[in-house]
C-alpha cells in the first residue's frame, strides 16, 4: 500500500484509499467531473476524475474502498491526483485500520482531562447535567471520545471531537481568569457541552456522513435537546441558569449566517464562541500546513489558501 504521507509530486500511483468525500462539479466547458477526496491513516489527498465516463472509471461512491490509479500533481502548493481509473476494492484486498485519521493525543488520557474538568465545576446545577451527559452515560462518553469533530474542515478525524472540546474550554477557561466577573463554571460547562449534537448529526466512521437528524436539525439543535432532556432529570433544576446554558449553546457559532439561531448575548456565550472559533481556524490552518509539508514545497513563499478563512496563509518561520 502506498500512504499518502509518501507520496510525491510526478509520481504515479496505484494503490487503495477511502473514498472520504465524492460531489460532481461542472467544468467551464459544461463538462462534468468528479471531486474525490481520498484517505487514508496518514492524511487525505485531493482527486480529480476529469472523464467520468472513461472506460477505467467503475461506479463508486462516498465511504467505498477503492483501488486508484492516476498521476500525482502539484496545484496551488497542494498534492492532487488526475484519475485515471478507479475500482471498487474487495474485502479482502485491505485493512480498514489503514485508512482512518486518528487524533495524535490519547483518548484514555483525553478522557480522563475531560473528567477533570467536570469536577473543576463547582456549580450543582451545572455538575449535576455534565454527569448525566458524561459519567453516567458511558456508551454516550465512548461515541464521544472518538467521534470526528467535523465531516470535512476541522478534526474530521477519530478522537478529533474529544481534542476539539478540550481544546475550547481550556482556550477558554483562559480567557476567563482575565475576566473575573465571568462565570467561570458556565463557560467550562457551555464549552464542554458546546459540540455534543456531533454525536448525532454525523454518523461514525466509515460512512461519516450526515444523519438524517443531522440533516434537519444539525448538531446545535440536537445539542440544546439533548441537554434539556437531560436538564429534565434533575429536581429543582434553576431556570435562569438553564436558559443562560442553552443559550451558550445556541449562539456558540457566534453569526446567524454560520448557523446559530442566536447571536451571543452573555460575556460567557461570547467566550464560549469566540474559543470555538479560534479553534477551529486554527486546526484547519494546522491541517492545511501538514497537508503542504506532503509537497515538500514548503519554502518560504509557499502560501495556502482556505475557502473556509477566505484568506492565504503559511508556516511560520524559524
Not at 3 to 21: P, R
Not at 184 to 211: F, Q, R
Not at 275 to 286: F, G, Q, V
Request: with cysteine; glycine share 6%; net charge negative.
Amino acid at each position: 500500500m502506498k500512504f499518502i504521507n509518501t507520496i510525491k509530486e510526478n509520481e504515479k500511483i496505484k494503490s487503495i484509499y477511502l473514498v472520504k468525500n465524492k460531489t460532481v462539479s461542472v467544468t467551464k466547458a459544461g463538462n462534468d467531473y468528479f471531486n474525490v477526496v481520498l484517505q487514508d491513516k496518514t492524511g487525505v489527498l485531493d482527486g480529480k476524475v476529469w472523464d467520468v465516463n472513461s472506460e477505467g472509471i467503475e461506479d463508486f461512491d462516498t465511504g467505498d474502498f477503492v483501488e486508484v490509479v492516476g498521476d500525482v500533481i502539484n496545484y496551488n502548493n497542494l498534492l492532487q491526483c488526475k484519475i485515471e481509473r478507479v475500482r471498487v476494492a474487495k474485502s479482502d484486498e485491505y485493512k480498514k485500520e489503514d485508512f482512518f485519521v486518528t487524533t495524535k493525543k490519547d483518548i484514555e488520557e483525553m478522557k480522563k482531562d475531560l473528567l477533570s474538568l467536570i469536577n473543576e465545576v463547582k456549580d450543582k446545577d451545572y455538575k449535576k447535567v455534565l454527569d448525566l451527559v458524561f459519567v453516567k452515560d458511558e456508551e454516550f462518553f465512548n461515541r464521544f471520545s472518538l467521534h470526528q469533530g467535523a465531516k470535512n474542515v476541522h478534526h474530521s478525524f477519530i478522537g478529533g471531537l474529544m481534542e476539539h472540546t478540550l481544546s475550547v474550554t481550556n482556550v477558554a477557561k483562559k480567557i476567563c481568569e482575565n475576566y473575573e466577573y465571568v462565570d467561570k463554571n458556565l463557560v467550562i460547562t457551555a464549552a464542554l457541552l458546546h459540540d455534543i449534537g456531533k454525536v448525532y448529526e454525523i454518523c461514525d466512521y466509515p460512512v461519516n456522513d450526515y444523519t438524517d437528524e443531522g440533516q434537519l436539525l444539525g448538531h446545535i439543535i440536537i445539542g440544546i435537546n439533548k441537554i434539556q432532556e437531560k436538564i429534565n432529570l434533575i429536581d429543582g433544576f434553576d431556570e435562569i441558569k438553564k436558559n443562560q446554558l442553552l443559550h451558550c449553546i445556541a449562539s456558540h457559532h457566534g453569526q446567524l449566517e454560520f448557523g446559530s439561531p442566536k447571536l451571543p448575548g452573555l460575556m460567557e456565550a461570547l467566550i464560549v464562541s469566540n474559543a470555538d472559533n479560534l479553534d477551529s481556524k486554527i486546526e484547519i490552518m494546522r491541517e492545511g500546513i501538514e497537508g503542504l509539508k506532503l509537497t515538500k514545497k514548503n519554502e518560504a513563499n509557499s502560501f495556502i489558501y482556505s475557502k473556509f478563512l477566505n484568506t492565504n496563509f503559511r508556516e511560520t518561520k524559524k
